[in-house]
């Protein structure tokens, strides 16, 4: 069987689409950026103008179409800028994720053949400083701070002068002519992948493979032009929200940079956006707060809380199957909204219609509670080698639990081991300079294999596992954790739980408690500590994690269920290779790390059941 999602967006370019925002918005904020604590807005005219400096100053450089330029920085608008110039002056660009230490970046450089980097600040000039040597190709080191620092060449400014010495009317017309000779199937973008498995592959986007995503996006999203906001703090250097920023650009809708991930609390009180592209971390940590939030409280609150939560449920079942509630559900909910749903939605800003989630499975039971209190999730699944999106939930297709159906010229086919493949203008044209893995990627009948496992349900696309997580223990039992874990995450008292057990004789789960929850409850008890790994050191902590964890195992055979559970003191990171940049855990990479702690689950005598 084979899902698609109709006819597939007419071809085009990111260029087009970049000239047809501007000239459409001309005099809209196209972003907004935070300075002297107030969110400013640029609108189109200078996008455009900064754009185009920055474009012809590349070109000014002896850069030619076709050349790689690499871009190491944080989200911000000299990003997109960059981005920009680089599309307009027939360049690809290669992001580089800000967090990697320069050794892991050598490679990136090297196998792109990037001729010039944009870099943020002085820390990521330094790291291209201690690299450069190992990177014969890179000729230009541009810097957006105003002053020159170490280890840069030249600033922006400086690129901007380089610019416009070539400026006037007939060179800018001659520019915007130049840019839009870019074709459809042109390399737009070169990202690698994370490479937990090996040396980072380059993924060649297209033009037209990003194009069709946004065209798609339009389609599938319902914008408001000219009103709405969106607040972006993914790192664009991903293609989700790098895509999603593209198609705020084509459709008027103005983007705010957040200042940090850890701000975008903050920021969406400041910004109060009607859009976000988030990935379920956020979504996971807010629920965790609205629930230690309520069952800290009082009795009072506590009941509340509680029959708030039961008329929201009522209601989401009624308007999922796709009914229209009663008067008397109508007043309660009203009430309801009042008492407990209002502030989750002030903390949001007080007027967002849409989340949109990806990067990682976001769990059931979060996205129905968001729902019920009136806030929609569209929880849609893609890949950096899918431009990304693959599927997604829309508000008019809407299903709880899935990924929602194909996007508009997608294919989706479930392979006979229960993979997933997908077909459309959306797949990329291949791993750069390794043709062995673009073939292992793509079939000869053009289908990408994705590595994850799933079902179709009447179009709509049920994520199972990734395949390569799935576990086998020892008794030939195959299990999917991802679901478990995200079971078990909905729990105030966890905050990150990771199952291992791949040739094992059973399962284990190594868990990262909710450190709000776990301490409050602690002192609620008059236990005494002064650091966390005393805490996880009492018997009484134990029992109170392994009670909670195990709350969540309903529904689980038993050869799922985990037998043992070892507690973490700290979270996973980014600086250790335990997450992806968008927050995705790094199964194998937990394990290495926590190898000895693991062992010592197997040691002993097996548990009852094992």
């Not at 809380?305 to 008397?328: K, Q, S, Y």
């Not at 902590?541 to 985990?562: C, D, N, R, W």
Request: glycine share 8%.
């Amino acid at each position: 069987m084979i899902a698609s999602g109709g006819p597939r967006p007419a071809r085009g370019t990111l260029v087009d689409l970049f000239f047809t925002a501007i000239d459409r918005y001309h005099h809209t904020a196209s972003y907004q950026v935070k300075r002297a604590g107030k969110y400013q807005p640029i609108n189109a005219a200078e996008v455009q103008d900064r754009v185009r400096s920055f474009s012809m100053g590349l070109r000014a450089l002896g850069l030619n179409p076709g050349d790689r330029v690499a871009i190491l920085s944080e989200n911000r608008p000299e990003w997109a800028y960059a981005d920009w110039a680089c599309l307009t002056a027939r360049l690809a660009d290669v992001p580089v994720y800000p967090t990697l230490p320069a050794e892991q970046i050598i490679h990136i450089l090297v196998n792109s053949g990037a001729k010039a980097i944009f870099v943020s600040n002085e820390t990521q000039a330094a790291k291209i400083a201690k690299i450069r040597a190992d990177v014969p190709d890179l000729k230009h080191v541009i810097v957006f701070t105003p002053e020159l620092v170490p280890g840069a060449d030249l600033t922006l400014a400086a690129l901007e002068a380089h610019g416009h010495t070539v400026a006037g009317p007939a060179a800018i017309a001659a520019w915007r002519a130049d840019a839009q000779q870019v074709q459809p199937d042109d390399l737009a973008t070169l990202i690698y992948t994370s490479g937990t498995t090996g040396p980072p592959k380059g993924v060649m986007l297209s033009h037209d493979n990003v194009f069709s995503n946004v065209e798609a996006g339009r389609v599938l999203i319902p914008f408001e032009q000219g009103t709405d906001v969106a607040l972006s703090f993914l790192p664009l250097c991903h293609i989700f929200q790098r895509m999603g920023d593209y198609l705020f650009f084509a459709t008027g809708t103005s983007i705010a940079y957040a200042e940090s991930f850890d701000a975008v609390p903050f920021n969406l009180s400041e910004v109060r956006p009607t859009l976000c592209f988030s990935v379920p971390r956020l979504y996971e940590k807010m629920y965790a707060r609205v629930l230690e939030n309520a069952l800290s409280g009082g009795f009072v609150k506590q009941q509340i809380f509680a029959w708030a939560r039961r008329v929201a449920d009522r209601r989401a079942n009624v308007t999922l199957a796709g009914g229209t509630p009663g008067p008397f559900l109508t007043m309660a909910y009203a009430l309801a909204f009042t008492l407990v749903f209002s502030k989750l939605q002030e903390r949001v800003g007080g007027r967002l219609r849409y989340f949109v989630s990806g990067g990682a499975p976001l769990a059931p039971e979060i996205n129905r509670f968001f729902y019920a209190a009136g806030l929609t999730i569209l929880e849609g699944y893609g890949l950096t080698e899918t431009s990304p999106i693959i599927s997604v939930n829309i508000p008019g297709a809407f299903r709880i639990g899935t990924v929602g159906k194909p996007a508009p010229g997608v294919e989706v086919e479930i392979a006979a081991d229960g993979e997933i493949l997908t077909r459309g203008p959306h797949v990329m044209q291949g791993y750069f300079n390794n043709p062995e893995a673009t073939r292992n990627a793509i079939d000869k009948d053009g289908w990408f294999h994705t590595g994850d496992i799933g079902v179709l349900e009447e179009n709509f696309l049920r994520i199972t596992d990734r395949k390569k997580d799935i576990i086998v223990t020892a008794g030939g039992k195959n299990l999917a954790p991802q679901p478990i874990e995200n079971q078990i995450k909905t729990n105030k008292y966890v905050s990150q739980a990771v199952m291992i057990g791949d040739k094992r004789k059973y399962p284990v789960l190594l868990v990262v408690p909710n450190w709000d929850s776990l301490e409050k409850w602690a002192g609620r008890k008059g236990i005494i500590w002064t650091q966390r790994s005393q805490l996880l050191e009492m018997p009484t902590i134990h029992a109170k994690m392994a009670k909670e964890v195990k709350s969540q195992f309903t529904g689980l055979a038993s050869y799922e269920t985990p037998k043992k559970i070892a507690l973490i003191e700290h979270d996973f990171s980014l600086e250790r290779g335990e997450l992806t940049p968008t927050l995705k855990v790094k199964r194998r990479v937990v394990e290495k790390n926590h190898a000895p702690l693991i062992n010592s689950l197997y040691d002993g005598a097996d548990p009852p059941g094992g």
